[in-house]
């Protein structure tokens, strides 16, 4: 899914979802788990919190799209394969630019493995993506 659809997309929902409970008083967005429950996003949901990813380590079936959502307020955020900074584990796997708080990143991961990335920006934040055929 493009990045442009699904901030629209996560815009349309936040609005849909101010007086269904979604989303937290200080935010308007959606949380990670609110957005899969929708059943409008097709794809594994990962947040980024100033703690890290949440949750650090998915296993989801190889052609399943993960999106990285921000949802630290304060600072952008920038998912990369390992190793940092050259990003090769995982050719493509690099959001190739910081993700804005609220922004979003998504990812096909088309190739059964064990995927370990970090945040380009703080590279002690880490998380894996274990993909199974």
């Given at each position: 899914?493009?990045?442009?659809i699904f901030v629209s997309l996560l815009?349309?929902?936040a609005l849909l979802g101010a007086g269904c409970g979604y989303g937290t008083p200080s935010s308007s967005a959606p949380a990670a788990g609110d957005i899969e429950k929708t059943g409008l996003v097709q794809g594994t949901v990962v947040s980024i919190s100033p703690q890290g990813f949440n949750p650090a380590a998915i296993t989801?079936?190889?052609?399943t799209t993960v999106i990285f959502l921000n949802e630290d307020l304060g600072a952008p955020h920038q998912p990369a394969s390992n190793p940092h900074p050259i990003h090769?584990?995982?050719?493509?796997?690099?959001a190739g630019e910081p993700?804005?708080?609220?922004?979003?990143?998504?990812?096909?991961?088309?190739?059964?493995g064990i995927w370990r990335y970090?945040?380009?920006?703080?590279?002690?934040?880490a998380g894996t993506v274990i993909v199974t055929d």
């Open positions: 899914m493009n990045n442009k815009s349309v929902v989801v079936k190889k052609g090769t584990d995982y050719p493509g796997f690099d993700i804005s708080p609220g922004g979003s990143y998504s990812f096909p991961f088309n190739r059964a970090h945040d380009h920006l703080n590279p002690s934040r």
